[in-house]
């Protein structure tokens, strides 16, 4: 089965949260998901047993080991499907670099916002659970996928400076990732644990970004 941004909305509905509760036959790994998901926004990723998923899927105790080792092996899943999601968002605001890779680039800072905004039980999943990426190759291959829209954004942008004072595109990207994703942890999340700010997060991460590309000699034009 290939997980869609249709498909995800369904399973977490509009805040990440749980869609339809229950099992319905043959569904039982996507009610199992929804479950995941509900009781990450309710109690956090580390708040619930493998016996409350199941309690919240409406079935019996047993029943998740037909799809899942245990509940570690559930968490690792949904962190792949939230990953998969938010590659396609990210690439989806980069573009390519279209219409030009400022304009671009900044559009990416605000899709990470956003998602960490409308899918927080998936960024929790994701980044809060302890999941080690290796712990799957599938979860390692779709958190790859998402670093590679931001690392493809960082090639691009260091094109703008002399090759003789060239920055490395990876530390570009790590260094942006770190920004954007402490930003997206403390401000723009979607749940209990966002703080407030006196100003839009978007607003704080363009400011940073473009004062750290400036002092990289990254400028517009």
């Known amino acids: 089965m290939r997980w869609t ?3 995800s909305d369904k399973a977490a509905g509009a805040g990440g ?9 043959g569904n039982l790994k996507e ?3 929804r479950a995941a998901l509900a009781l990450i926004a309710e109690k956090g990723p580390a708040g619930f047993t493998f016996a409350d998923a199941a309690r919240w899927a409406g079935v019996s105790p047993a029943a998740p080991y037909r799809h899942f080792r245990d509940r570690d092996e559930l968490i690792a899943n949904v962190a792949r499907l939230g990953f998969e999601l938010f590659a396609q968002v990210l690439a989806k605001a980069w573009d390519e670099g279209r219409p030009e890779p ?3 680039f900044d559009r990416l800072g605000r899709a990470y916002l956003d998602f960490a ?3 927080p039980a998936y960024y929790s999943a994701m980044f809060e659970a302890g999941v080690a990426p290796d712990a799957d190759p599938a979860l390692r291959e779709a ?16 094109l703008l400076v002399p090759a003789k004072d060239r920055p490395p595109a990876m530390m570009v990207a790590l260094h942006v990732w770190s920004t954007a994703h402490g930003i997206a942890s403390l401000f723009g ?3 209990a644990a966002r703080r407030a700010l006196p100003m839009p997060p978007e607003d704080l991460l363009e400011a940073a970004v473009l004062i750290y590309l400036r002092g990289l000699g990254i400028t517009a034009g």
């Open 102 to 104: 400022l304009v671009a």
């Open 189 to 191: 999340r979607g749940d």
């Open 17 to 25: 949260g749980a869609g339809s509760r229950g099992y319905h036959h």
């Open 5 to 7: 941004k249709d498909d």
């Open 31 to 33: 009610a199992l998901v």
């Open 143 to 158: 958190s790859e996928t998402a670093f590679a829209v931001l690392r493809q954004a960082a090639e691009k942008l260091v």
């Open 117 to 119: 905004r409308a899918q």
